[in-house]
């Protein structure tokens, strides 16, 4: 599922999160797997990953940065 971490676009439906990856080849790996609710938004700040729930109350998940290896789509030759 792809969510969007712009702190302002709120999940769709319950989600369990172990790591983040971003379209440039970056992850944010969690330490804990953490369970985003429907109508939580997320964010990076600062270089980190912040939750925002319904209620109003902010998280800030523990977790370290690390780079992905991956092929862009498409075709090959």
Not at 7 to 34: H, I, K
Not at 53 to 67: C, H, Q
Request: glycine fraction near 10%.
């Amino acid at each position: 599922m792809r969510l969007i971490a712009d702190g302002a676009t709120p999940t769709s439906r319950l989600v369990l999160v172990e790591d983040l990856e971003t379209e440039n080849g970056y992850a944010f790996e969690l330490t804990r797997p953490l369970f985003l609710a429907a109508g939580d938004r997320i964010a990076f700040e600062g270089g980190r990953l912040v939750v925002v729930r319904v209620s109003g109350e902010r998280l800030t998940p523990a977790g370290d940065w690390s780079t992905r290896c991956w092929r862009r789509a498409g075709r090959h030759r």
